[in-house]
């Protein structure tokens, strides 16, 4: 199945309603259930894209998040994602390489209609953002990473994904002054958007570089990923002037609690029964997987 996944995400930026809502997806399955999601207080509201997480990618094949799994094998699951969802997909597309490699995942990205893929500003050996040696994680010169943003957007063309800087200053403990210079640079580099990654515990620093970014005049879609703060809320990161919003892992991570829980219960149990109460029936597994997506 191609998407259209630029032009609809677009679209979607241009609504009103803010912030737009993204939720992680590892496998098709994941997919399916970020499109049939529903709330009881409000039926119209859903998610409006997917999130494809390197973090999830490697974890769902027991591997560091240290790009570790190549970009043909991220790409085949993508592809199999697609198949299971009409949503927009957002590409986390790690440091993306050297320049001519960030441009010939852009390419590839744009065949499978995938509507954003967004770029970190580090370099060298990869850290997670959140791990506890994060700190020792290497900055992207400005303008080696502005080369890379450059090659993306001739890359991408007038109909490819959105092209996303993911800025890491806060991560790294530079400051909010180099976040926002990086913001400003990145954009004329030919940056669509801007990600403002932090690490925690409150949204304060990574708001108070949004809210300088819009002071500045900085008129781009701007994206926050609340792992590290989640109490945050979603007004509150509109009103800062945040238009999406990733909740970057949590199907990942309420898979695996539950995982650990039903293994545990039925060495415990020693009986199928012990379980049941915790699990989807048979019925309801193949419901999901044959119907056709409703958004």
């Not at 690490?199 to 008129?219: H, K, M, N, S, W």
Request: net charge negative.
């Amino acid at each position: 199945m191609r998407h259209d996944g630029p032009a609809r995400l677009r679209a979607r930026l241009a609504q009103p309603e803010r912030p737009l809502r993204l939720l992680q997806a590892h496998d098709a399955l994941c997919a399916r259930v970020v499109e049939t999601a529903t709330c009881d207080d409000d039926p119209q509201r859903g998610f409006d894209g997917l999130w494809i997480s390197s973090l999830a990618d490697s974890a769902s094949r027991a591997q560091p998040d240290r790009e570790l799994v190549d970009v043909g094998t991220r790409l085949a699951s993508l592809a199999w994602i697609l198949e299971g969802s009409s949503l927009p997909a957002v590409f986390d597309g790690d440091t993306g390489g050297w320049p001519e490699q960030a441009a010939l995942l852009v390419r590839r990205l744009a065949q499978l209609g995938v509507a954003a893929v967004v770029f970190e500003d580090k370099a060298g050996r990869k850290r997670n953002s959140l791990a506890a040696d994060r700190l020792q994680q290497e900055a992207a010169g400005v303008e080696e990473f502005c080369d890379k943003l450059r090659a993306a957007a001739h890359a991408r063309g007038s109909t490819g994904p959105l092209i996303v800087a993911r800025i890491e200053s806060l991560i790294r403990g530079d400051g909010p002054d180099d976040a926002v210079a990086r913001a400003h640079a990145y954009v004329e580099a030919g940056a669509d958007a801007i990600l403002v990654h932090g690490p925690g515990p409150t949204a304060g620093p990574v708001l108070d570089v949004v809210r300088q970014c819009r002071r500045a005049g900085l008129d781009v879609p701007v994206f926050v990923v609340p792992t590290a703060f989640p109490d945050v809320t979603e007004a509150t990161l509109a009103e800062a002037g945040v238009d999406v919003v990733i909740y970057a892992n949590h199907l990942l991570r309420s898979a695996l609690a539950a995982m650990r829980s039903t293994a545990r219960t039925l060495l415990q149990q020693r009986c199928a029964a012990s379980v049941d109460a915790d699990c989807v029936s048979v019925a309801d597994v193949l419901a999901t997987i044959e119907r056709e997506p409703s958004r």
